[in-house]
């Protein structure tokens, strides 16, 4: 293994519990953060978590204690994760877009007992019974403990299994699941992440996705470990996303949607990052002109399994649309029939993973949990094709298969037509009740600015390239796609919301 900070991989001599320490020793002056223009070396940020650790400690919690945090992005996350981590105890990040309600299923299904929160949220905080837990305001009470306490080294021993993070799903058919995520896990995904991305010695990441999902947390902590500096990000509007991009110098970034705004050529950005089948040729030359030394990655990932587990190239997606790539080292992906055997190439089965940084399950949920980890192996609830060598391309989601007069219909598969028409930006495909074929297809459609909305010309196309069981019959023109915090389109919310006088339903055509 190489000396730490001086090559693309990262030691691999830490635990959680005292990476801090380790890192204050192997890069003692080197920026771990920058904040709102305030750098943070790892040297403070070891001292910061050995004060927060007293400041835990002697406020009650102990190992198995969950400990919720409200509020937008900020170091003060991986301050708790790591104080969490010397104490055995787990940090339960919220979700800021949450209603109150929801805040406070949470809250009760955590069994949470401290919490640090931002003053911005206090409304929510004192509308979900927060603010009855032990707490902590961030820039405020928060900071007047830290600088108070005395700085606690200690740690207890535990094992890689130890849970240190909870982290609740999308929630997409009813209340969400809280996942629990290891030491060990969290460790495997940061290294795993920050080899497959190959991240340089001292690389600079824009960290602007929320930290409240396993996606924006790990990302940052992939570039922690190898001594790299966080630039902590809020959301932004596209000026300021490439204004601080230029003015840290950053290496790392998560690419927002759409195409760059400002295009002029950025030298230092060599890694950038987006949703496996993201990109197509439209945006290749794009990022030729405005990021010429960067490598493209695709990414697939879900909180169940801590982080990313695959990632592609550009040049994969281009050439193989759907190509998920390669899983990153240490994870074991397959796909599977429902007898559970692995399918052979050219078929249809379902994405099954393994490693070490697969989640440990869903906290209070024995029979979720059950479903979700059989034989050994995470199911996913993703299709996958298998390629002729082996490779994964995704297909659908199993759940948002449509049942219509006896036939299976793929809703990535309409998709990916629909997206083929002129005009057409951007689409969901999801199945309504249907008193003849039991459910019809149904597609959202969103046109490009200034395009004319003809549904006729896209039933056309769909007509000629499609099984004609497979083509839309309910259409609705929007003019965006509504999507979760995490960029997911919600489809069990989109058929609660069907509604026949906004829709438009065209006749039976063959």
């Known amino acids: 293994m190489d000396v730490p900070g001086t090559a693309s991989v990262p030691s691999a001599d830490f635990t959680l519990a005292d990476f801090t320490t380790k890192a204050a020793h192997w890069w003692p002056n080197r920026g771990a953060f920058v904040e709102e223009g305030e750098e943070t070396t790892y040297r403070q940020l070891h001292d910061r978590v050995n004060r927060l650790t007293a400041v835990l400690r002697d406020a009650g919690v102990t190992a198995g204690s969950r400990v919720g945090m409200l509020a937008a992005n900020s170091k003060a996350y991986f301050e708790i994760f ?19 309600r929801e805040v406070a299923y949470q809250i009760d299904n955590a ?21 009855s837990l032990t707490h902590w305001w961030l820039g405020e009470t928060y900071e007047d403990a830290i600088a108070a306490a005395t700085p606690d080294e200690a740690r207890v021993v535990l094992p890689a299994e130890a849970p240190v993070s909870q982290m609740y799903t999308s929630g997409t058919t009813g209340f969400a699941k809280g996942c629990v995520h290891s030491q060990g896990g969290w460790r495997a995904s940061a290294l795993n992440l920050a080899v497959g991305l190959r991240l340089d010695r001292r690389p600079v990441v824009l960290a602007n996705v ?9 990302f940052a902590l992939s570039h922690l470990v190898t001594g790299g500096t966080v630039v902590v990000g809020r959301q932004a509007s ?10 840290h110098q950053v290496t790392s970034a998560i690419l927002p949607s759409g195409a760059p705004t400002q295009l002029h050529p950025r030298d230092h950005l060599t890694v950038l990052v987006g949703q ?7 945006l290749k030359a794009l990022l030729d002109v405005v990021f010429p030394k960067a490598e493209y990655y695709g990414i697939y990932g879900m909180t169940e399994l801590t982080n990313i587990a695959l990632i592609s190239r550009l040049s994969d997606e281009l050439d193989h649309p759907g190509n998920l790539g390669e899983p990153l080292p240490g994870i074991d992906a397959q796909a599977h029939d ?4 692995p399918v052979r190439p050219g078929e ?13 399950g869903y906290y209070k949920n024995p029979e979720a949990t059950a479903d979700l980890f059989r034989d050994g192996w995470l199911h996913t609830g993703d299709l996958v094709r298998v390629g002729e060598t082996g490779s994964l391309h995704f297909f659908d989601r199993a759940k948002d298969m449509i049942k219509s007069g006896g036939e299976n219909v793929y809703s990535a598969e309409v998709e990916r037509v629909l997206l083929e028409c002129p005009g057409v930006v951007d689409v969901a495909v999801f199945g309504v009740a249907d008193r003849r074929w039991g459910e019809a297809v149904k597609a959202l459609v969103a046109f490009g600015p200034g395009v ?18 497979k083509r839309p019959r309910w259409y609705e023109v929007v003019p965006q796609i509504p999507r979760s915090t995490t960029g997911k389109v919600v489809k069990v919310r989109l058929r609660e919301q069907h509604d026949p006088s906004t829709s438009i339903r065209l006749e039976e055509r063959t």
């Open 338 to 341: 429902e007898a559970g055997l």
């Open 238 to 247: 596209p000026a300021e996303y490439w204004e601080l991009i230029d003015r």
């Open 82 to 100: 790591f104080a969490c981590a010397r104490l055995g105890a787990v940090m339960v990040p919220i979700n800021i877009r949450l209603s109150p």
């Open 276 to 282: 496996a089948g993201g990109f197509r040729s439209l």
């Open 348 to 360: 249809v089965g379902e994405l099954v993973i393994r490693g070490a940084q697969v989640c440990l």
């Open 210 to 218: 929320p930290y409240f999902h396993a996606w924006g947390f790990g």
């Open 111 to 131: 069994d949470m007992s401290h919490v640090v929160l931002e003053r911005d949220l206090e409304e929510l905080a004192d509308n979900s019974r927060l603010t």
């Open 452 to 469: 004319e909305a003809d549904l006729r010309a896209v039933d056309d196309y769909c007509l000629k390239n499609l099984a004609a069981y």
